[in-house]
């Protein structure tokens, strides 16, 4: 007899999962495509791949807050499918342009731009629409499930993606994600989500305020959320700028760097697997332990250690990230009400992303000044430091799960 997980025998959770995972899939390959249709097809600069994700990513952090009323407001996956259609049609147009060699760098901003707004509605509806159609003591499979697809495509698109972006055009690849979203939103459009979760009669500014109240009531939220701050900050602008510079200097080039990556994603599916079962009573107190060892990687790198000892610290920093990931996820939708769910995941991604534009910004000019053994040291100290922080609070301690899962 085949065995199936408990959350995918729930019809609702089955169309999610093959929505978001078709879907992620398309996104895994977009990337690579959009970076090669910069620097080749339109003979730009590695900055202005910057500027186009930039573009992308500050309509995301402006409308979050916004994505999260609404996500709250209707029925979620109404919202979820909408979103889906405007990223594909979005996609569909930049793949158009860039097959029929007409593409220019502003129009892929601009597109880009619409792209990042619709995900902003898309991400807190997503996360708030799971407590919905699955049990709630199902909750952990549920997440670890849609994580464990996540990053398995992450790895399989990328590579799909560079193999198509090498023997077509970009823009194929383009068209491929455009068709991914539009799959994902009829998947949605099937969905039957329980009446009675509607908030009626409010203003988006009054929901804001409610919302913002409510996220500051629970202080192992706003606690967590200022930890992933600045953690986030620190550790995406050391490695990203500064970890590729120290693998070409001393690890091996580009190969190199992408075995690294690689070794964390395998780090994050493996983890996915093992989380499906395992589930840690105090679950905010593992989560929280569980990320100080992300600190071995730019420890790492900070000598640079021999490739075989930085790969490893990366898996290690793979699996520390997936229990904090799926932890703190069903903490979330056990903890806070379903009709705020969305708002508060919003305000979750704002306060975590906010500052790591910043960390991109400064980690060249300070690994500049202060070189890059201190750089990434300071990085690995503000990681553990603000986990250890926030393990005073008793809110982190001793939160507990409310009932304990079957057997799956």
Do not use: C
């Amino acid at each position: 007899m085949t065995f199936v997980p408990a959350p995918l025998r729930a019809r609702d959770f089955r169309l999610l999962f093959a929505g978001r995972t078709v879907s992620m899939f398309g996104s895994a390959m977009a990337p690579v495509a959009l970076a090669f249709a910069i620097l080749n097809t339109l003979h730009g600069r590695a900055t202005d791949v910057g500027y186009v994700l930039a573009a992308r990513q500050i309509p995301v952090i402006v409308l979050l807050l916004v994505g999260g009323v609404w996500g709250d407001r209707l029925p979620r996956h109404q919202v979820m499918v909408v979103s889906n259609a405007i990223s594909g049609t979005s996609q569909a147009f930049v793949a158009a342009l860039l097959l029929s060699g007409h593409a220019r760098l502003w129009e892929i901003g601009a597109l880009a731009a619409v792209n990042g707004a619709s995900s902003a509605f898309f991400v807190p509806a997503s996360s708030g629409v799971i407590p919905q159609i699955v049990e709630t003591q199902l909750l952990q499979p549920a997440n670890a499930l849609l994580r464990l697809s996540m990053n398995a495509t992450n790895i399989i698109g990328a590579a799909i993606g560079g193999v198509l972006v090498a023997a077509t055009n970009p823009g194929t690849a383009i068209a491929i994600d455009a068709g991914t979203f539009t799959f994902a939103a009829l998947m949605f459009t099937r969905m039957r989500l329980p009446a009675g979760l509607r908030i009626e009669g409010s203003t988006v500014l009054h929901e804001l305020r409610e919302g913002w109240h409510d996220f500051w009531s629970r202080t192992w939220l706003w606690a967590i959320v200022l930890q992933f701050t600045v953690v986030l900050a620190a550790l995406t602008g050391s490695m990203m700028v500064l970890g590729p510079v120290v693998a070409k200097a001393h690890l091996g080039g580009a190969a190199a760097w992408g075995a690294i990556l690689t070794a964390q994603s395998v780090g994050l599916v493996l983890t996915g697997a093992v989380m499906l079962r395992w589930r840690p009573q105090r679950m905010l107190l593992v989560a929280t332990v569980a990320m100080i060892p992300t600190a071995a990687l730019p420890l790492a790198l900070a000598r640079p250690e021999p490739l075989v000892a930085v790969i490893a610290a990366s898996f290690v920093g793979g699996v520390s990230l997936e229990i904090f990931g799926v932890l703190w996820q069903t903490t979330m939708q056990q903890e806070i009400p379903a009709h705020m769910l969305s708002r508060m995941t919003s305000y979750d991604a704002l306060g975590s992303w906010a500052l790591m534009p910043l960390g991109l910004v400064v980690a060249g000019p300070v690994g500049a000044a202060i070189g890059y053994q201190a750089t990434f040291i300071g990085a690995a100290a503000i990681d553990v430091g603000a986990a250890l922080l926030v393990l005073l609070s008793r809110d982190v301690r001793q939160l507990s799960r409310r009932t304990l899962a079957p057997e799956i």
